[in-house]
């Protein structure tokens, strides 16, 4: 080939590349204007999630779904019926975990994902997760009713196991998924009957051939009621969450001299009750410098020998630090400890902080949040940023992919709660969010 | 008869009296010259309580030998040889309280009492309780072998039941005794297994046929370990108690509302352990300002539900208060209630005060006390006077008989626990001071 046919050639190529590039564009463009008035059936999202609900319906309007037991596969079951009804591929990995797909225009471009998770507490509610998974398919369904077609492909996915309740650790289908957990630990883990998670897998029928592994993810959203008040006080319908916070288990162990509440004089005691006072005042004081993010919660206390009449020989104090800023929350873990040392230094005690749990601050992907305040600002809807104070599937799926989260109100903030309940108009607005941040998404290459 | 006559009758009988009189005085000034430089032999008394702390001798030192078991029998068995022994003549109520007389020169004068009780605690020492009855023993002992005669009669009693370890309530053999309880009540308590105190003493033996009903008492001694490290810490070898600690026994209960540790903003939330810091320390301060007798403790704490990433619902929280002038404990429990109403208010929490127990504070009979501190001065042991800070046979005993108690040191103020150690020096001494308080009683009219 001569040097004008290669220059000839050369010209015609970058000819077709600004021809694409036009036409992708014009394709976003036209896209971005097909629907930017659409909004997803509330009402049919409803129904689905009053459906879903009768699958282990609680005495008290909650739902007793846990994960991998009969009822679950039942739920599972319900969903993939759902899904196949609309033209999605469903694909389920070594966990458990169920991908549903609704090819895009390019199926080489990786998926924009959302979902959450169909297992509940024993008593739980009818919407944490559920919530998050049956909005993604109304997202789906929509888009199907429309005949609208996205750039990318776009998956509906229901993780596994993750409230935790009848298998520990919580949310280990993500945490496989992202690698945090490898699948040997995850299959391994057993309820309190033995059970193991790869037995009950197998059992149900969901223990997929596809290897529980992340592929590369355009997106990932995951809409969630707050499961904390902030919405409801602050009047705001959609929280755009930026991050989860960090948190820090301890158990605090004080331990002084046991004696007898009588004849032992208050000036010889040693008495881990004392410093209780000063440890939970100061940690409380803590949480206000901290303010409004810092959160500190003593769950649990007990003392040991537990005798009416008998000074304690040991008091066991659960203590959770969260902030959403993990070098405050350094800061919080640093002025904890010096507390302690002082206040079991002074009441001359022996003091022991346990490490239970360490979970860094996590920080949404910008991309994903701007996703999401675009959607949210389109729609008009009264919204704020916060953060998540309860752990998500999106915690660990985030290490793996850009990801952000949507929050709408729950009533009283109560969840993990039979009571656990929610406005119709939240439902959908919700809804009409993660349809939005998903084709903001999704439709752009 | 003639007026004369009358008049050398009257004048005869009132020579008669005068005779009577200074012959009483003088068999008084006699035996106390006698008995003044009596003392008791302190091996002897060591050695019994050796050999009764073999019968159900713990693992580590201490004593098992829980009320009304086979063990209790063989331990009572075992006491009413060596009375037979010194030729005492022992009768049982039925109650199972065993009282073990020594004649006096007067048996129509009411007796001098002394002693304890034999049962112990699970885990229990070798020395509470079990530490009176024997120092009684060996003043009949030293008695008998000195042959010295008393005007009145002695008893060594053994009260059945005082730790009600096994049978709740305790000291329940003395409290029917003195009319607390009726005798019914006494034995149909169940221990564990449901077996009665009734069931028990007639499976034993011990039921007898007196019964269980206080007679005239010229005065009752008991002698004990300290079980509380005042004397140690003073270095007293005597301690005359000149009364018991009122108690008051309650559990606090704090109400709030339980929320998610994560989402719930602190300012918001109606945590019951934001009120435990303030009302611990306040009630601190108040024995501080009641010292050195006031004694506060918190035996117990626990939440519910005891989550440790829950806000708790409720937590409660054992009080004791005492404090041995029920003037100052009224004050103290009217502090408390002020003190939850003002910090429940201030955190916005629903508070309920359980009353558990209220035992009035105990003033022994200052003759009593005198006759104990008359004894120690003559012996010249280092002494002081206290309170005791744990409830005693001698609490129900004082409500129907003038009634006071001698401690001596045990080590660290340990007791309930195999760990209880007393010195032989200690043991001796306080034998000593029993059998002068009692000759102090027992030798005048």
Redesign the interface.
């Known amino acids: 080939m001569d040097h004008s046919a290669l220059g000839a050639l050369k010209h015609f190529l970058n000819h077709c590349k600004l021809i694409l590039k036009h036409a992708t564009h014009r394709t976003y463009s036209m896209m971005k204007l097909e629907t930017q008035t659409l909004t997803a059936n509330g009402e049919r999202l409803w129904q689905s999630l009053e459906e879903m609900a009768k699958i282990g319906a609680g005495q008290n309007g909650g739902c007793n779904r846990q994960a991998l037991t009969d009822l679950d596969k039942q739920g599972r079951d319900l969903f993939i019926t759902w899904c196949k009804k609309i033209g999605c591929t469903v694909t389920i990995d070594s966990m458990g975990n169920i991908f549903s797909r609704r090819a895009g225009i390019n199926n080489e471009l990786p998926p924009v994902i959302t979902g959450s998770h169909l297992d509940t507490q024993p008593t739980g509610g009818k919407y944490d997760g559920v919530y998050g998974v049956l909005a993604g398919l109304e997202v789906l369904a929509t888009l199907h009713e429309h005949d609208i077609q996205t750039l990318h492909p776009i998956e509906v996915v229901v993780w596994t196991n993750e409230e935790g309740a009848r298998f520990s650790p919580a949310m280990i289908g993500s945490g496989v998924w992202a690698g945090v957990f490898d699948e040997t630990y995850g299959h391994s883990r057993t309820d309190s009957e033995g059970n193991t998670i790869g037995q009950e897998l197998d059992r149900i029928g969901y223990k997929g051939s596809q290897p529980a592994t992340a592929k590369p993810i355009k997106a990932a959203f995951e809409l969630h009621i707050?499961?904390?008040?902030?919405l409801e006080?602050e009047q705001k319908q959609i929280g755009v969450v930026s991050g989860v916070?960090g948190?820090r288990?301890y158990d605090l162990i004080l331990e002084g001299q046991p004696?007898?509440?009588?004849?032992?004089?208050?000036?010889?005691r040693i008495?881990p009750?004392?410093a209780?006072?000063?440890?939970?005042?100061r940690l409380?004081q803590l949480?206000?410098k901290f303010?409004?993010w810092?959160?500190?919660?003593?769950?649990?206390?007990?003392?040991q020998p537990?005798?009416?009449?008998?000074?304690?020989e040991r008091?066991t104090l659960?203590v959770?630090l969260?902030h959403p800023q993990q070098d405050v929350l350094q800061e919080m873990d640093k002025a904890f400890r010096t507390i302690v040392n002082q206040e079991a230094h002074k009441y001359k005690l022996a003091s022991c902080i346990r490490d239970?749990w360490d979970s860094p601050a996590v920080q949404f992907n910008q991309g994903c949040i701007n996703a999401v305040k675009d959607a949210v600002e389109d729609l008009g809807y009264s919204n704020m940023e916060l953060f998540?104070?309860?752990?998500h599937d999106s915690v660990y799926v985030s290490q793996v992919a850009p990801t952000s989260m949507i929050f709408i109100p729950c009533e009283n903030?109560?969840?993990?709660n039979e009571a656990e309940n929610v406005l119709p108009e939240d439902v959908t607005a919700g809804c009409n969010v993660l349809l939005h941040a998903i084709l903001n998404s999704a439709i752009k290459a």
Do not use: K, L
């Open positions: 707050e499961q904390g008040p902030i006080i916070q948190m288990w004696c007898h509440a009588g004849p032992t004089p208050m000036s010889v008495d009750m004392m209780i006072g000063p440890i939970t005042q409380y949480a206000e303010s409004p810092a959160r500190v919660t003593f769950g649990d206390i007990s003392a537990a005798a009416r009449n008998t000074v304690p008091i659960a959770d969260r239970e998540s104070g309860a752990g903030g109560i969840s993990h």
